[in-house]
Structures are given as structure tokens and as C-alpha cells.
């Protein structure tokens, strides 16, 4: 492994988006939706013109092992007869590596790349292939998105077993999409859960505050080695308060102010100080697309953000509170720095 | 029926525009590891506030989504797909353009100018038609044409895609033209394009990249009060420029690309545009000029660089680029 370019020291105090991307999105270009893109140039000028220091990027989506013709036209993932990618995400994570370190060094101070892994499939080959980007490229955690990847996270348990080891040795923090829908199969958050209890010696974030599902993030928050992020509030907030199925329902919901995503960041941050990391998941804090959700079922999105909105946020935060975030995100990234089983 | 423009001519009087960027996705770019490698909407006017930068025209990258999407790639060859994406060339990634503009980031709308990509010589009434379902739902400036992204010879448009011409010229539509003087690039000479433009007088057309500082090219476009030239992806053409130089080339100092600008604009003050190529200011690539001819590029820049090319120029020589711009996007 070659020396990691930014270290714990570099980031204390500084603002931190946890979740963003870096890709290309083949299907959503092709048919239309938003977002479709985004560059590690593209996410510094957003960084930059709304006083974000660094961010940590993955990729977008897996489609390069794919069939994409089929995955363009269905949304589904079948392996091409003459794969592109050696392995799920090869590609991608090489381009994400790729465009931090090498197209842009100028903004490579800014950014801590993640890997994503599909969690199982090929699992032997995507950890080579690990191997090989470890020997080029610092790395600093891995993303997985089971609904991008259409295999459940409870693959991890099964055929994705071995990750655990590798991720393991190499001190690498895990950040889970998880959904609380019906009708996504693939990142349920209690599966999740199962995921992380079995694995106790690693530490994990889940994406979207869960969902605002009250009980989950409770034990979220009961957890020492699991942290929740924000990622694309507003339009989160703003499914919650239409009360869509995507999201938590009540009485299960977080019960909190959902007229204004801020107030929502607010309310969480006093609930659950230690917890919760603030991520914009740009681009996507937008997300106009038709999506694929489970074998025949379909998901119609059109919501709208801004950066600026996700960072408004956590702009209407006390300095303390943002100090505790920032506290946070650096826990969640490179571990505690007294007893990892001491209570939050 | 058209719609009304959301832009017009006394808005963009006396503003920065920038003639030339680009909008979606560049997929054989993003397989092979390549930049850049996409760019949208909302990342354009990032970049354009962060400059200073009023206005943009946009178009679109590839015509990849008519085309066999594993073998362009593999090879960067462009084979129509057993089942095509796109109903004819540039049909989705035109659609995908103006959805973003207009309905995607509608905060952001006013500060862009959509054109529509063609490819010069295939499917030209099935292309038509699309465009005529396009213009129903979203106001169009104007035309790019990148013969060489199409694997089309600009020459074309004086063949088969003469009917293009006559669409384009009851639209008022100008054209911009990816234009090369590059011996490895067949589709996009400047003489060809230059052919096409003293053919067609009674349109308004646009030759990027400077041509290649091609002197015989500029002064010929520069003879012509219906061509203009933009400077689009300056900083790396002109690093290029220093490193190939040929007697064929106006005699410049290509030691900094901002003097090579003030050097056009002296030269020829009614043909410049300032442009920026966006993202296109960079390029790391291995691009195929034509069939088995590959050519390797490592080039970086930064809109910040194109953007000092501009702001080198004199007051008087930033309203007069204004002017060019203005009257090739609108008419005199």
C-alpha cells in the first residue's frame, strides 16, 4: 500500500463532505434523468464555491461489468458476454483513483477516495483487483450501494464474507446506502444491521439518516463503530414530509420538524450528537430518474436540491455542533482515538 | 411550431460569453480511463460564476448512444448497434442537453445557449426529424458539427447533408464547426469546412480551436463576413501549437497562450470568439482520427487559463470579441 495523502491531523475543524460521487451514470444519460455525472473537478468547484475543505468520493454505479445495452434499456445487470470492467467497479474505482490523483493533483488534496465493492459477486476478483489499485493509489474506505450493485447486502454474509478480512487489515471504514422502502430488496437497513453486528470490528456509516427510521437510528446511536450521514437532505426531508413510502412512517419516523430539511438537520444533531455526519451525496442531491428497486418493480423520482441546500444544513448548526461533526466524520474515517468499545 | 427563445440579443450585449462547451457524458472516455470524461449543466455554471462568465453555448459531447456501445469502447470505432439507443446520431445526448438546460436545472437556464450536434452525413432526414420534434419543446440557437467525433467528412453537407443546410438556414441557425488542420484527422479539415462556408454565404458560421493558428485558414475565414474563429481549449492548443510548430502557422509567440490571443484579436478583430471548450480545456486521451489511426494526447488546462486569455485583452478588444459573438449567434 503507498502512503495515504491526507491524514487525520490535515482535517480537524475543517467542514467535511462525507458522501459525494464521482462518475458516469450510463443509463441515466441515456434515458434521461438527472444526475448523470460528475468529475472531481465538477465536485471542487461546488466544494469551493460553498466553503467545503474535502470531501470523500466514490464511484456512481457498477455498469462497466455489465451488459449495457441491456442495463440501459431495462435497468438490469447481467454480465456482459465480453465484460469491460475485470470485475464489478473495476473501471469505475480506477476512474475515480484516476481522476484524484492524476487528472487533477490540483484538487487532490481535497478528496479521500473510497473504493466500492458489489458485496457478492466475484468477490475473489474485486479484492485483486483492490490489491492492484492499493499498490497505485491511496485508499481510505469503501462505499457499497447493494441497490446499485442489484445484490443484497446480506451477500456480505454469504459469498462477500471474505471482504471483512481485507477491509479489516487495512483499517478501512465501510459506508452503506441503506433504504427502509418497500419494495427495495437489496439495502434494507435491518439487514444492514446484521451485516454490522457480525462484524463488530470495523466501522460503518449509514447513508440518508436511514431514512429518519427512529428505532434505527437509535441503535445506530447505541452502536460505538456505526455513525448515520445526511447525505442529500433536502430531498429526503422533502419525501418524509409527503409522507412517500421511501421513507419512514409514523410512528416509526423520527419525529422532528420536516416543513425544512435545516430544522430536520438540527433535530438530529441534538438527538444524536455523536452520531450523525454531514454528506451532500452530490450530485445526486437531485434525483430525476426512474429506478429499478427489485425484480419488476420500478421507482419514479423527481426531487430537487442544490449543494447549497445541503450545505445550509449544516451551516445552521452551533460552532459546537460542527465541531462534533467534523469530530465524527474523523472518527468514522481513521477510528477512535481511545478504546474503540467505549460508549458514545 | 418553434418555441420562443429564452435568450435574445440585447441580453448577452456588452457580456462574457463563452462560445464553445459542452454537456454529457463521454462513455468510451470513462471506460478507458480517459478525461475528462462528462460534464452537465449545473457544473458549467459553477465553473462560469467561479470566472466571471455571463453566458455559455453548449452542445453535446458524443453521438455514441446510435452506435454499438462496447465496440466504441474497445476501439473507439463507431458501429450502428444491432439495437440502437438513440434513433439516429446525436438523438438522446441532444434530448439530454436541453433537458438539462431547461427542465433539469431551470435555476440555471439563463446563462446557456443550446445548440444541437448533427452528424453531417448519415440518416439526414430521420435526423431532421428529430430536430423537429426538438424544437417543439425546447428553444435551439444553433448547430454544432464535430466531423471527426462522427466519423463524417464535413464535405457531407455539400453532398448528402445538403438538406441539413437548407433546415438549418429557415432556423437562422449558425454553425459551429470542430475544424482541424491536422493531416491525421480526415472528417474536419479546414479547407473542407471552408468550402461548405463559401458555399453557403448566406449563413453564419463558426471554426474552432483557432484552426490550428493555420494562417491561410484564418485569413480566409477572416476574408469571409459570414465565418468567425473561436479559441476553444487555447491553453493546451496552443501548448500543442509550441511543441508542433509549422511554417504553415501565423508566426506568433506561443510562449503564453494569453499573448497568442491578443496576437488573433489584432490580427483579426472581426473573426474572434473567446471560448473555452469546457471540460474539453483538458485532454488525456488516446482518440481514433480515423480507421486504425490513433493519436495519443496529455494535455491539462483549466477554465481558469482560458479565462485569462480573455481577461488579457484590451477593453476595447473584450467588446469587440463580444460583438463577433454576438453577431454569429444572432446575425448583424
Not at chain 1, 317 to 327: E, G, I, S, Y
Request: proline residues 7%; negative net charge; glycine residues 4%.
Amino acid at each position: 500500500m503507498i502512503d495515504k495523502h491526507i491524514r487525520r491531523a490535515d482535517l480537524v475543524g475543517k467542514t467535511i463532505d462525507i458522501h459525494s460521487h464521482v462518475g458516469i451514470q450510463e443509463r441515466v444519460a441515456a434515458q434521461i434523468g438527472f444526475p448523470y455525472c460528475s468529475s472531481v473537478e465538477d465536485l471542487a468547484y461546488r466544494q469551493k464555491a460553498n466553503g467545503v475543505d474535502a470531501g470523500v468520493v466514490f464511484p456512481t454505479g457498477p455498469a462497466l461489468y455489465f451488459d449495457l445495452p441491456e442495463f440501459v434499456e431495462s435497468g438490469r445487470l447481467t454480465r456482459a458476454a465480453r465484460p469491460i470492467s475485470k470485475a464489478p467497479y473495476e473501471r469505475e474505482n480506477r476512474l475515480v483513483l484516476t481522476d484524484v490523483f492524476r487528472f487533477c493533483p490540483e484538487h487532490s488534496a481535497r478528496f479521500l477516495p473510497f473504493v466500492s465493492v458489489n458485496p457478492g459477486r466475484e468477490v475473489k476478483q474485486q479484492i485483486a483487483v483492490l490489491r492492484e489499485l492499493e499498490q497505485e493509489f491511496p485508499i481510505y474506505g469503501i462505499k457499497i450501494a447493494p441497490i446499485a450493485c442489484q445484490s443484497k447486502v446480506t451477500e456480505l454474509l454469504g459469498p462477500g464474507e471474505s471482504f471483512f478480512k481485507f477491509f479489516a487489515e487495512r483499517n478501512w471504514p465501510i459506508l452503506f446506502h441503506v433504504a427502509v422502502s418497500q419494495g427495495e430488496e437489496f439495502s434494507q437497513a435491518a439487514d444492514t444491521f446484521r451485516v454490522i453486528q457480525r462484524h463488530p470490528e470495523l466501522r460503518y456509516c449509514l447513508a440518508h439518516c436511514i431514512g429518519l427510521h427512529h428505532a434505527f437510528l437509535e441503535r445506530a446511536d447505541a452502536l460505538p463503530n456505526v455513525w448515520v450521514d445526511t447525505s442529500a437532505l433536502k430531498i429526503q426531508v422533502e419525501l418524509a414530509f409527503q409522507d412517500s413510502p421511501l421513507m419512514a412512517f409514523p410512528p416509526e419516523r423520527f419525529a422532528c420538524d420536516l416543513s425544512d430539511h435545516v430544522k430536520v438537520m438540527q433535530a438530529l444533531v441534538a438527538r444524536f450528537p455523536e452520531t450523525i455526519i454531514w454528506g451532500t451525496d452530490s450530485p445526486y442531491h437531485s434525483y430525476i430518474t426512474r429506478r429499478l428497486q427489485g425484480e419488476g418493480v420500478y421507482a419514479e423520482f423527481r426531487l430537487k436540491g442544490t449543494y447549497e441546500q445541503e450545505k445550509a444544513a449544516l451551516d445552521a448548526l452551533t460552532d459546537a455542533q460542527r465541531l462534533q461533526n467534523n469530530a465524527n466524520a474523523l472518527e468514522f474515517l481513521f477510528g477512535r482515538r481511545e478504546d474503540a468499545t467505549e460508549p458514545k | 411550431m418553434k418555441v420562443q427563445q429564452h435568450l435574445r440579443r440585447e441580453d448577452l450585449v456588452g457580456k462574457v460569453i463563452d462560445a464553445h462547451s459542452h454537456i454529457g457524458i463521454a462513455l468510451r472516455e470513462a471506460a478507458q480511463i480517459n478525461y475528462p470524461y462528462c460534464s452537465c449543466a449545473e457544473d458549467l455554471a459553477y465553473r462560469q460564476k467561479a470566472n466571471g462568465v455571463d453566458f455559455g453555448v453548449v452542445f453535446p459531447i458524443s453521438p455514441a448512444l446510435y452506435y454499438d456501445l462496447p465496440t466504441i469502447i474497445e476501439t473507439g470505432e463507431l458501429r450502428p448497434a444491432a439495437r440502437p439507443i438513440s434513433r439516429v446520431p446525436y438523438e438522446r445526448e441532444n434530448r439530454l442537453l436541453l433537458t438539462d438546460v431547461y427542465n433539469f436545472c431551470p435555476e440555471h437556464s439563463h446563462r446557456f445557449l443550446p445548440f444541437v450536434s448533427v452528424d453531417p452525413g448519415r440518416l439526414i432526414d430521420e435526423q431532421i426529424a428529430s430536430l423537429e420534434e426538438l424544437e417543439r419543446e425546447f428553444p435551439i440557437y444553433g448547430i454544432k458539427i464535430h466531423p471527426l467525433m462522427c466519423q463524417s467528412k464535413a464535405l457531407a453537407l455539400l453532398d448528402v447533408g445538403k438538406p441539413l443546410m437548407a433546415f438549418f438556414a429557415e432556423r437562422n441557425w449558425p454553425i459551429l464547426f470542430h475544424a482541424s488542420t491536422d493531416p491525421t484527422d480526415p472528417f474536419s479539415q479546414a479547407a473542407d469546412i471552408l468550402q461548405v462556408i463559401e458555399r453557403y454565404p448566406e449563413m453564419r458560421f463558426c471554426m474552432a480551436h483557432c484552426v490550428g493558428c493555420h494562417r491561410e485558414s484564418l485569413d480566409r475565414a477572416a476574408a469571409c463576413p459570414n465565418a468567425w474563429v473561436d479559441t476553444a481549449a487555447l491553453k493546451i492548443q496552443v501548448d500543442l501549437f509550441r511543441a508542433e510548430k509549422s511554417p504553415a502557422m501565423l508566426d506568433l509567440d506561443y510562449s503564453d497562450h494569453t499573448r497568442v490571443f491578443q496576437a488573433l484579436v489584432d490580427l483579426y478583430p472581426k473573426t474572434m470568439l473567446w471560448a473555452s471548450d469546457s471540460p474539453y480545456y483538458s485532454y488525456i486521451t488516446r482518440r481514433m482520427q480515423a480507421p486504425g489511426v490513433y493519436r495519443e494526447f496529455r494535455l491539462k488546462g483549466t477554465y481558469e487559463q482560458e479565462k485569462a486569455a480573455y481577461d488579457a485583452l484590451s477593453p476595447a478588444q473584450q467588446a469587440q470579441v463580444g460583438e463577433n459573438t454576438v453577431r454569429f449567434l444572432f446575425g448583424s
